[in-house]
């Protein structure tokens, strides 16, 4: 490399030589194998290298670093060399009349001789070991670094898209009578540069692309964290093959899927926002500057449903008996570590009715629809984009799926299906436009270690938010939903800036769940300022309890967004287990953006940030690209003090509680709904003091109902309280049936049991460990810490129940608890 990177123990690297050559297209060829858990097949990858691209944007700037200008000229090494009428004999025998619907080919075996004929190449290390360097110093092969573990990687070579018929209309000839690398290369760039109104084209060459045959094997090379590439001869990133395929398999263990069981005891494999990303699922370029698009097709049992980040609602094309495959596709240019997959036996849910107006309402529009007249007022590279769609403009409600393990449908069609139209409609109502056009929302597995995850076109949900009222479901769902603003079609440039993503979604979910309860504007205040007041009890604890160095939001200071001079970085604390599970860039990113609303004033920041999504859909920013575009549109009377170094200085850069918050939460007031809950946790004292025997003639106690934070409000007073006896704890449970609230309600209720020791709720303490393990890591350490045997002996025997479906993160930190 040519900056050597140190990262400390936690960090991730992030290896990929980007600064040189970038990933403009994936096409994924895979199958699914349940019983040996493993994916395997080829990914054949469209690059781009960086010069031209600079030279194609009339950059001046000189990016070939060669000593003689001889080194940038195109390398045409012999082997590579061929007459066009012997490659387009062996191409593939899988006919395309349409890229969405490709099937899967004849199984390659090309792929069993060559460069594996021992134990070490098979497991993924090329027998030729070389020095060479990312970039270019005149004599040393250019080497492709891309990012890859738990991977083995059996060959790669050369994909010869010349041998494709009609693939001569971009060349300028009307016939192919000598194939060079240069030839061959400027086909790729051709392809790759074709305007997005001819992504139909585009995706079908792409697919025929990638069925073309091999014209020479690479050399290859893996360590822990990378793949490294490299041909004989070529020398720049220029001369390098700009279409490679790569045939490799995922490991059972690899860190970027879980195989599993759901809920109904179905086998069933997905991706769950694993620290590493994708690199143990398909070797790709990480950084989020790595911006491309993809389509893949995976074939499975059929008896298996395929999900996947995809602008189509794939069904199944059947195959060879008990098999199918199913193919998804993506438009819009996203980083790899967006792509999302879930294999399983789900179950789709259906509403019960539907009116010919939710049908209409939910058409959905492909891009071959857009009307392009409006190409240039976006600022992101071209594609088919739903902001330039008059038609995508208006679509309140984008169409949906909702599926399930079997097990889960009830539930489903009960809590989470009824909420997905209002929410969908509220976040349009806020933000405009959708940025996707089409929706999957899957309730993934027990061992899912988060409440949600989204992903382009579709979102995972913890089968925790089904349980209780349908409060719980419908914010995360909006806190979901959210992240297709910002986090998917508006991304971070530096992976350490979260806040950029998760604050946001914070801030919005309450905004979204309150239009979609359609709730009038005082309670939608009422609602939020209770959720404040406990989102800022949850900070407090958050600094309490984690090293200051992770609660800071911009840690990398004015060094944010910057990388070697290949494009590798680092990502600080990227691997520490605890970060899953920390919220401090939720909450201090959502008590941000709470400061700023209420500095502009809720219609003016709402305005504003309508205004910025259409500004920056389809890029990646920094914290200073949201903040200076702020304060330019802020009203000088209302600026003040504020400026981008001043909340830098307060909110971003520094640990700890930012100090415009605490001064704001020490002038500030209890909202209605937060008095109501002060009375009853008084009204529950009075009964915690009463003697066993109470005198006849003493009044009962009347408890109002609360809403489920409310309910969370409460229980975190009372867990204040030195001690709470059998008697008022029984009565608690009886009066709120807290065994049957939604998670975080049950959250708190174990709290209290585990703390005043209430064995006769053991059983909701251990029901919650195993059934909610999205909430239930800081019970492990509660149980622990009391040095109760018994509590002790619930925690571990829940652990030796789960910790084989355990997500790993989360196991290593129970583990560590435990033992």
């Not at 097949?41 to 000593?67: A, D, H, P, W, Y």
């Not at 999957?440 to 979102?459: K, R, T, Y």
Request: with cysteine; proline share 5%.
């Amino acid at each position: 490399m040519d900056v050597k990177l140190e990262p400390s123990w936690d960090d991730l690297p992030l290896m990929a030589n980007t600064s040189h050559i970038l990933v403009k297209h994936y096409v994924l060829d895979l199958d699914v194998d349940f019983e040996s858990q493993i994916f395997e097949g080829t990914i054949v990858l469209f690059f781009e290298s960086r010069n031209r691209l600079e030279k194609q944007s009339g950059s001046t700037k000189e990016t070939c670093r060669s000593e003689s200008n001889e080194a940038c000229r195109f390398s045409t090494p012999e082997p590579c060399h061929s007459p066009v009428t012997d490659t387009r004999t062996s191409s593939s025998k899988t006919g395309y009349n349409d890229f969405a619907i490709c099937g899967k080919g004849e199984k390659d075996t090309s792929g069993k001789d060559g460069n594996h004929d021992n134990p070490e190449q098979a497991s993924g290390i090329s027998s030729s070991k070389y020095c060479c360097d990312t970039g270019n110093h005149g004599s040393e092969d250019f080497l492709l670094v891309l990012d890859c573990c738990d991977l083995s990687v059996f060959k790669v070579e050369e994909v010869d898209v010349a041998a494709v018929p009609g693939i001569e209309t971009f060349t300028g000839s009307p016939q192919i009578t000598f194939v060079s690398e240069e030839l061959r290369n400027q086909i790729v760039h051709e392809l790759v540069t074709l305007p997005a109104d001819r992504w139909r084209e585009q995706f079908d060459y792409y697919a025929h692309c990638s069925q073309a045959p091999g014209c020479g094997e690479l050399l290859f090379d893996t360590d822990t964290w990378s793949l490294q590439i490299r041909k004989t001869g070529a020398q720049t990133a220029t001369d390098f093959p700009h279409a490679i395929r790569i045939w490799y398999s995922t490991k059972p263990q690899g860190r970027s899927v879980t195989w599993t069981s759901d809920q109904s005891g179905r086998p069933c494999v997905y991706t769950m926002g694993s620290p590493v990303n994708n690199r143990a699922l398909f070797p790709c370029q990480e950084p989020p500057v790595a911006m491309s698009t993809w389509q893949a097709t995976v074939g499975a049992a059929a008896s298996f449903v395929v999900l996947m980040s995809g602008e189509n609602s794939a069904k199944p094309t059947q195959l060879r008996e008990g098999r199918a495959s199913w193919h998804y596709y993506v438009t819009m240019p996203m980083p790899a570590s967006t792509f999302t997959i879930a294999v399983g036996s789900w179950a789709e849910m259906k509403p019960e009715i539907c009116s010919s107006e939710d049908l209409a309402a939910e058409r959905s529009l492909t891009p071959s629809e857009a009307d392009f007249r409006c190409v240039g007022i976006c600022g992101h590279m071209e594609y088919p984009c739903r902001f330039q769609n008059p038609s995508a403009t208006t679509q309140e409600v984008i169409p949906h799926r909702v599926f399930a393990p079997v097990c889960l449908q009830g539930a489903c069609q009960e809590t989470l299906l009824p909420l997905v139209r209002p929410c969908l409609s509220a976040a349009h109502s806020v933000l405009g436009t959708h940025p996707f056009s089409r929706l999957d929302i899957l309730i993934v597995p027990a061992n899912f270690p988060s409440l949600g995850m989204a992903s382009p076109h579709i979102i995972f949900l913890s089968q925790s938010v089904l349980i209780g009222m349908n409060h719980l479901c419908g914010t995360r769902l909006c806190h979901e939903i959210a992240h297709a603003w910002f986090g998917l079609a508006i991304g971070a440039r530096d992976w350490t800036e979260e806040w950029l993503s998760e604050g946001f979604a914070t801030h919005l979910e309450d905004v979204f769940w309150a239009k979609a309860q359609q709730l009038a504007p005082h309670e939608a205040w009422e609602q939020q300022e209770l959720k404040a007041d406990l989102r800022w009890r949850c900070l407090q604890d958050e600094v309490r309890n984690y090293p200051e160095e992770m609660q800071v939001l911009r840690p990398n200071k004015e060094k944010t967004g910057h990388v070697s001079d290949s494009g590798s970085s680092v990502i600080k604390h990227g691997l520490n287990p605890e970060k899953v599970f920390m919220q401090v860039h939720y909450l201090k990113g959502y008590f941000l953006l709470r400061f700023l609303a209420q500095r502009l004033g809720d219609d003016t920041y709402f305005a504003f940030l309508r205004k910025f999504v259409h500004t920056f859909h389809g890029q990646l920013i920094l914290s200073q690209d949201f903040l200076q575009m702020l304060l330019e549109n802020i009203p000088e009377e209302k600026r003040l003090d504020l400026s981008v170094e001043n909340i830098f200085r307060d909110w971003l850069e520094s640990s700890g509680i930012p100090q415009p918050l605490q001064t704001e939460r020490q002038a500030r007031a209890e909202c209605g709904l937060a008095r109501r809950v002060g009375a009853e946790v008084h009204k529950w004292i009075r009964v915690n003091r009463r003697p066993h025997k109470r005198k006849r003639r003493e009044t009962e106690e009347v408890f109002e109902k609360l809403l489920p934070d409310q309910l969370v409000l409460l229980l975190e007073h009372l867990l204040e309280q030195k001690t709470l006896n059998p008697r008022t704890l029984q009565s608690l449970e009886r009066t709120y049936q807290l065994s049957q609230q939604d998670a975080e309600v049950r959250h708190r209720w174990c709290e209290l049991i585990v703390k005043h020791k209430y064995t006769k709720a053991y059983k909701d303490v251990e029901r919650f460990l195993q059934e909610d393990q999205a909430m239930g890591i800081y019970l492990y350490g509660e149980l622990m810490v009391s040095e109760d045997a018994r509590q002790q002996q619930v925690a571990r025997r829940c652990f030796e129940l789960t910790k084989e479906q355990m997500d790993r993160s989360s196991a290593q930190v129970v583990a560590e608890m435990l033992f």
